[in-house]
């Protein structure tokens, strides 16, 4: 990646997830299905250990297969009691995210207050990121515009994904910054020529952000 200080940032992108939203799927299943929340969450995370299948199959999701296709599959798999969990999880979605991160809607109103595109591109599936916007519909307003890869069959860290971005917002990757929880997605966005950095909390993200010239 160029030195960011050389150039100019036009706009900043963000994910959605653990950047602009609290995602808490512990907490959430904890109330609806307390007798199975340690084998899909052990040791208090998802994904890591992913003994359910949660994190496998939401993230095929994420890519842009549907719920109805996958299920068969995922019932075989994991069997009819995480199956219907699964299913319960993905129909409240909304209860997985708790609020916005504190500081993010200031720091999405500072930006565009002072004339950055703002932006979103997340991992997400076409079938549970409305229950988002309809929890949360300030995003609506705060950003630009949003691409969700399980729209477009695109993902994070492909880099079409972010190429289709920049093409769509007419935006140019060495004026772009973008913020992500994963370093795996910001990699991704450095091999096309963005800047990035991974995202911590908002404060963190306004120092980065004064780090290539933006102060707020």
């Given at each position: ?26 907490n ?76 993010m ?45 399980g ?14 971005a920049?093409?769509r ?9 973008f ?13 096309v020529g963005?800047?990035g950095?991974?995202f ?11 780090s290539i010239?933006?102060?707020?």
């Amino acid at each position: 990646m160029t030195d960011a200080k050389n150039f100019e940032i036009h706009d900043v992108m963000f994910d959605y997830c653990r950047v602009l939203l609290e995602w808490n799927c512990r907490n959430c299943l904890q109330k609806q299905f307390p007798h199975l929340v340690d084998t899909i969450c052990p040791n208090g995370t998802f994904g890591k250990d992913d003994l359910a299948g949660f994190y496998e199959f939401e993230d095929r999701m994420d890519g842009g297969e549907l719920l109805k296709d996958l299920m068969p599959e995922y019932e075989r798999r994991f069997g009819s009691e995480l199956a219907e969990a699964f299913r319960w999880y993905c129909a409240h979605y909304d209860q997985v995210l708790t609020r916005m991160m504190p500081g993010m809607v200031e720091l999405l109103n500072d930006l565009r207050s002072a004339g950055y595109g703002v932006w979103g591109l997340t991992n997400w599936s076409r079938e549970t990121f409305p229950l988002a916007l309809r929890k949360f519909p300030e995003l609506s307003t705060l950003l630009q515009g949003t691409i969700i890869s399980g729209v477009e069959h695109l993902h994070k860290p492909e880099p079409e994904i972010f190429e289709l971005a920049m093409s769509r917002f007419g935006l140019q990757a060495e004026h772009t910054v973008f913020f992500d929880d994963k370093p795996a997605n910001i990699d991704g966005a450095h091999a096309v020529g963005m800047h990035g950095f991974v995202f911590t909390t908002a404060d963190q993200a306004r120092k980065d952000l004064a780090s290539i010239g933006i102060e707020l």
